[in-house]
Each structure stands twice: as structure tokens, then as C-alpha cells.
């Protein structure tokens, strides 16, 4: 016996609430997907293929597989740039680390004028990067920049230095503008990071007879270590893509002393060699994902 259709009232409608919901979602992301997908994919995805191909200004090239790579991991001048971007990531990390969470520690404690403190110490981040380096380049000047001056003042008077002209003195002199401007990202974030931390537990740790040294590593160091984690990742990120610093004040020189792998591939676009310049800049990019995939593992495995 045939069972009798459900009258059209009591059929369930195609578009439910939850669909419509959903639907109207999607419809709002499509417009950022599609300039995700203009803004990022398809530039990153080109430079990817022009790094494959013999291409320069005036002529699209032809296809050369690997042969960028092969030279540019033969080329003295890669391997030095690719040498001091790590030297610059790592020193400038760890002295930003330790002079952040030192003054962040600092400010989280109750002393006079501390909101004051606060305030000037964002000074350098929030100040343009190209004013910031131009100001140490100025001061970094053998004829009256202002550290020779200070040394002089002080009684260090050991005549005149030029701090980016030679090679044994042009990288830390970069190493010290990058961590001025960068370490007050540190910082906040670290004090944020602290006041967030239950003062139960330094009391209990206190009761216990617990010194300050040891509510520092068991207590504060594992509250933070998230924000510790994605801070690094951050700045270790912004100083390999760094430009300004090193262009505006040594251009890479003295003989490549202080080149990085931007200014190396800038160097690639002015010789108007469009392929080999991509492939330097495609270089960083696996170094860069393996990084950020060791990051997420950790905050995930944490949580």
C-alpha cells in the first residue's frame, strides 16, 4: 500500500535557518578570500614560477628548472647574506628578549611614575622605521655623530671611529638601531603578558618558602611562555624580511659585511635579472614555514 505524500506545509524547506546562516557567511568571507587570493596567493605563487625561469626586464625567459638555485647556493654573496640573516635574527632575538622581559618586568612592578614609563617606552616602535635608522645612521657618523661625541663626553675619547665603515664594527651597529626599535614590542607584550598571571600563585609560592628566583622560573616563565613563543616567531619573521635597516644604513656594505637576504634580491631587481632576484627571495620562504610550523606544534602540544 502506497504511503501518502506529506502535504507541501509539512515538507521541510531547502533553505533552513541553519543553511541560510551558513550561506550568509560564506557570501561575507568571499570578498576577503578573493583579495587573499589577489593580494597574496597570486603574487606568491608567481614569484615561485618567474624563480624557475631565465626571466629579466624586456624578456619573459624560458624555463630553467633549478639552475637559480644551483647558482645562487654557489654564489659567495648569497651564502654571506644568507649567513648574516641568521646572525641577525638570532643575536637580535635574544638581546630584544632579555632587555623586553628585564623592563617588563621592571614596569610591572609598582614604582612612582610607572604609567610614564610605559608611555616612552614605545617611542622607538612607534616611530617610522626609516626615521629610526636614519637617525642612528646619523649618530653612527665618524665626524660628529653623536656616539663619538657621547664616548668623548664621557672621557672615551678614542678619536675618530667610523662605527659603518669597517667590517668588524658595521653588523653590530645595525645589530644595536634593530634592537633599540624592536625591543619595545618585547616589552608590551611581555607586560601584558604578566598581568595577566594570577598573583595567588606568587603568594602561595612566597608561603612556601619559594625565593625570587625561583617564583621567576616557576612561576613567570611558564605563564608567559606562549607569548615568549609567538613573539619570537613575530620578530624573527619582520627582521629576515627586514629592508630598511640595513639599506638605509650600510646598503649591505662594507664588501657584503652586513647584506641580508633583501637587499639582496633589491640588488636582483635593479640588475633588471627578475628570475634569479625571485629565487632569492624564495629561498627564505621553507626556512620561514618550517618555523612557523615548529611554532604551532609547540602552542599545540602546550595546549
Known sequence: MAVPAAPLSARRPFLTMARREALGGYLMVIPVCLVLLGLVAYPFVYAIYISFTSRVVGDPGVFVGFRNYQFLFNWVSFNRALTNTVTLVIVTDILKFFIGLGLALLLNERIKGRGLFRSFILLPWAMPAFVSYLTWRLLFLPIGGGINLLLAAVGFDFGVIDWLGPRSTAMPAVIIATVWRGFPFWCISFLAALQNVPQEQYEAAKVDGASTWQRFLFITLPSIRHVIIVVT?????WTANSFESIWIMTQGGPSDATMVLPVLAFFGLQSQRLG?????????????AILVFIVAALLQREE
Do not use: D, M, Q, R
Not at 233 to 237: C, K, T
Not at 276 to 287: D, G, I, L, M
Open 233 to 237: 616567531l613575530l620578530s624573527s619573521i
Open 276 to 288: 634569479e632576484a625571485a629565487a632569492v627571495s624564495v629561498a627564505v620562504v621553507p626556512a620561514l
